[in-house]
């Protein structure tokens, strides 16, 4: 009889051993936070610390300080958790090199101009300038509001790069020359630095298009390597003192009418962000952005005043003639952009689209609206601009 009753007692102990066993990691699973839960935790605590690099001089006005007001406005946001330093051309990387450094990683950000990655991405100048093309509010209105910035993330996605709108300058200026135009004639010859589509349009015009950063621009233009240069605009080109180097300054930017600056980021580091930081990159760029615009809207005018004023430069508008054959050479140069670039193809059409439509509104808008106040407030001129 013992031996009949031994297995069921046996039994009996280890079920309830098990039992047991089960309740008490059942208990313990309970009081454990989720594996995802984990994660978020984990992921709030991390922190990242990213190198940005730059086509500009350090510290320059508008261009070199957008990317100093985007890391501050990033760290502040995400109360430290990424913090971006800045460097600016040639601390890092070669000013022209900023692109590929971002693609190969050796820095996670840059901010540049895409058309001078023009070589090796003959569509990127869509989205930097297009000469007679948008103004800086409309190319905004394509980029966020109409398909531009998913072309242009299209356009960078196989160099693993994502953009962003990094800027705008406004309608620049035609650039500075060291003898007076006074005809078509008169680009025969002529050096300038002037990169992008435009570039090719200057020299088909009869001039040689040289490509310079910017910290080169000076000294070229005072030893005679270049005839003429263009750069941005007033504020930016006092502080290049550029009004030291040339006499004439001519008007208006018919090459870039909203130069739209960019941020680049590295995509896979980009992908390694928790939600809410990628969130912070995509609204930082989009603030500095818009505050880039507004810093040169309200110092161009005072800048211009001041190298009239003060250092005798002698503003003057392109001749009719010049206008009309650089229009022409645009019209040929872009048509052999869009025939020769799927990607250029693709990307002009959607940009002559959305021009057509702007520019239709704008007619009875903000053109409309400056014809009228012309006509009602005060002329307007600066003294030496006839």
Request: glycine share 10%; charged share 20%; no cysteine.
């Amino acid at each position: 009889m013992k031996e009949k009753t031994v297995l069921p007692v046996v039994v009996v102990a280890l079920v309830g051993a098990l039992v047991l066993t089960l309740g008490l990691w059942a208990m313990n699973a309970s009081n454990q936070p989720s594996a995802a839960a984990v994660e978020g935790t984990d992921r709030s605590l991390e922190r990242f610390e990213w190198k940005l690099v730059t086509t500009w001089p350090k510290g320059l006005p508008g261009l070199g300080t957008a990317p100093e007001n985007f890391a501050r406005r990033v760290n502040a946001m995400s109360d430290g958790r990424l913090t971006v330093r800045v460097y600016g051309a040639g601390e890092v990387v070669p000013p022209f090199e900023v692109f590929d450094a971002v693609s190969q990683g050796v820095a996670e950000m840059g901010h540049g101009a895409a058309y001078y990655w023009k070589g090796k991405i003959p569509a990127s100048v869509f989205f930097t300038a297009v000469p007679f093309g948008m103004t800086a509010q409309e190319i905004n209105g394509w980029l966020h509001y109409g398909d531009g910035l998913e072309l242009w993330r299209e356009l960078y996605a196989p160099f693993g790069v994502r953009p962003f709108a990094g800027g705008s300058t406004g309608v620049q200026m035609a650039g500075w020359f060291n003898r007076e135009l006074k005809s078509s004639a008169d680009l025969n010859g002529l050096k300038m630095r002037i990169p992008g589509l435009a570039g090719e349009v200057f020299a088909a015009s009869g001039g040689t298009a040289v490509r310079l950063a910017g910290g080169e621009i000076y000294t070229s233009m005072q030893t005679g390597v270049i005839d003429a240069v263009e750069w941005v605009g007033p504020l930016n080109d006092r502080t290049l003192g550029l009004m030291e180097v040339a006499e004439y300054y001519y008007y208006p930017g018919w090459h870039e009418p909203g130069a739209m600056l960019e941020f680049t980021v590295n995509q896979e580091a980009f992908d390694r962000l928790p939600a809410d930081l990628q969130s912070i990159i995509e609204e930082a760029a989009r603030a500095t952005n818009g505050d880039m615009l507004d810093e040169f809207t309200a110092r161009n005018n005072q800048s211009l005043t001041s190298l009239i004023d003060d250092y005798g430069t002698k503003l003057r508008p392109l001749p009719d003639d010049v206008v009309d054959v650089l229009y022409t050479n645009a019209v040929t140069a872009l048509d052999t952009l869009r025939q020769s670039d799927p990607m250029a193809a693709k990307i002009g059409s959607s940009y002559e689209e959305f021009l057509i439509g702007v520019r239709n509104y704008h007619e009875i808008s903000e053109r409309a609206y400056l014809n009228v106040r012309d006509r009602v407030l005060p002329p307007v001129s600066f003294t030496d601009s006839q």
